[in-house]
C-alpha cells in the first residue's frame, strides 16, 4: 500500500515536471495530440521512429489488455464465445481509429471518468448496505 502511494506520487511529479518542461521549451508542441512526438521530430528521424514504434506498442498492449479484460467480464456475463468476441471486438474498433487521437480521447475520457465515478459510489453504496446488515 505504502508502495502504491510512493509509485502515483513519482508519477504525478514527472508528469508535473515534463508538463513544465514543455510549456517552458516548447509551448508550440502542446497544441499536437502527441506533443512528446512533436518534440521528438526536431530530433531526427531516427529517434522519431523509435518513439513513435514504442509508443505504437504501448498503445496496441494497452488495447489488446483492455479487449482481453473487456472479453473475460463480458464474455463470462452474457455467455460471447471468446474466439468469435476476439474477432469481432477490433471491427468495433476499426472505425474509432479513423475519429483521431485528440478527438477520441475527448469523448472517451470524460465518458470514462463518469462510468468510473458511478462505479466507486455503486460500490461505496454495496458496502454501506452490506455494513447496514453485519450491524443490524
Do not use: Q
Amino acid at each position: 500500500s505504502a508502495g502504491a502511494v510512493l509509485g502515483g506520487i513519482m508519477l504525478c511529479a514527472i508528469a508535473l515536471i515534463l508538463n513544465v518542461v514543455m510549456v517552458l521549451l516548447n509551448p508550440d508542441s502542446l497544441l499536437l495530440d502527441l506533443p512528446v512526438l512533436g518534440i521528438i521530430k526536431k530530433y531526427g528521424n531516427l529517434l522519431n521512429t523509435i518513439y513513435s514504434f514504442i509508443l505504437w506498442i504501448a498503445m496496441l498492449l494497452s488495447a489488446s489488455a483492455s479487449g482481453y479484460g473487456f472479453l473475460e467480464r463480458a464474455g463470462s456475463k452474457l455467455k460471447i464465445n471468446h474466439k468469435a468476441g476476439a474477432f469481432v471486438l477490433p471491427l468495433f474498433a476499426l472505425p474509432l481509429s479513423e475519429i483521431g487521437f485528440g478527438r477520441l480521447i475527448s469523448a472517451l475520457y470524460p465518458l470514462f471518468g463518469y462510468v468510473g465515478m458511478f462505479m466507486v459510489f455503486a460500490i461505496l453504496l454495496a458496502g454501506i448496505a452490506d455494513r447496514r446488515k453485519y450491524y443490524n
